[in-house]
């Protein structure tokens, strides 16, 4: 197995299935976790290699196959609360247990995936927050949901950032930025970019929201851990929609308690 340190990251490589895991959660031994590199593996759903993808990854973090639920994501702000590995098919973009060996996997090419993890309650989340989701505030609602639900404590929620689009390439038009604008007050988040096609484009940083969004119900500082890589900028070992459009593959987001 090889290993290479990046960040707050390591990325692996077991017997060629490449994947990253965050140091933070690696300091716990009932978590197992990962974010999928592109390499023969993609996750989407009419993929010819997804179901031994799912199973290769699976088989690599010693998780069951059976284990391994994802929900149907559409961009939404809808929460599962998942009790089994059988869940509800209704549209969601997060997913939230205190069960052990059940694995929530969230899907993405360029959105955000988050891993959060209560150590104190042993509950853990796997959100989708593509610009969409975050403008919705998911992240927010969610850390919300794991208080309501599991009494959790906000400073007691760690939360990694997976590899996703980020300013340098987040690049929007005006309509799109004036929802940004319009939801969000926070410094900095929006860059006037470049002139396209004699339109002016916006870039905007979405890992910034999420992080304000986040640490404004609680979470700490040193909680918030951003793997700090783009998936445009690393298209080369992440699967990225911007990038490799229209025919774009999807990497994983997985966490399990066990
Ligand atoms: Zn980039």
């Not at 974010?35 to 997804?50: A, E, G």
């Not at 208080?147 to 340098?168: D, F, G, H, L």
């Not at 699967?239 to 025919?247: A, E, L």
């Amino acid at each position: 197995m090889n290993k290479i340190e990046v960040n707050n990251i390591i990325i692996n490589n077991k017997n060629g299935i490449e994947y990253l895991q965050f140091k933070k959660l690696m300091e716990y031994n009932n978590i197992v976790h990962c974010y999928t590199l592109k390499h023969d593996l993609n996750f989407k759903s009419t993929s010819p290699i997804k179901n031994q993808s799912i199973e290769k990854i699976c088989s690599t973090l010693g998780i069951d196959r059976k284990e391994y639920v994802r929900a149907n994501q559409d961009h939404t702000n809808n929460i599962q609360i998942v009790n089994d590995i059988k869940i509800s098919e209704d549209d969601t973009d997060a997913l939230i247990t205190n069960k052990k060996n059940i694995a929530l996997a969230t899907t993405s090419a360029d959105c955000i995936s988050l891993l959060m993890f209560d150590y104190e309650k042993n509950v853990i989340a796997a959100v989708h927050s593509g610009w969409r989701g975050t403008v919705k505030k998911i992240a927010r609602d969610v850390v919300e949901k794991m208080i309501e639900v599991y009494n959790c404590n906000a400073s007691n929620i760690i939360c990694c950032i997976c590899p996703s689009i980020r300013k340098c390439h987040f690049e929007v038009d005006y309509d799109v930025k004036e929802i940004f604008a319009k939801t969000f007050n926070y410094e900095g988040i929006i860059e006037k970019g470049v002139i396209r096609e004699s339109k002016q484009k916006y870039n905007i940083d979405t890992v910034e929201i999420n992080k304000r969004m986040i640490k404004e119900i609680g979470l700490k500082e040193e909680n918030i851990i951003d793997s700090k890589l783009c998936t445009v900028c690393n298209s080369d070992k992440f699967h990225s929609y911007r990038k490799d459009r229209p025919n774009y593959g999807l990497n994983v987001a997985i966490i399990e308690l066990k």
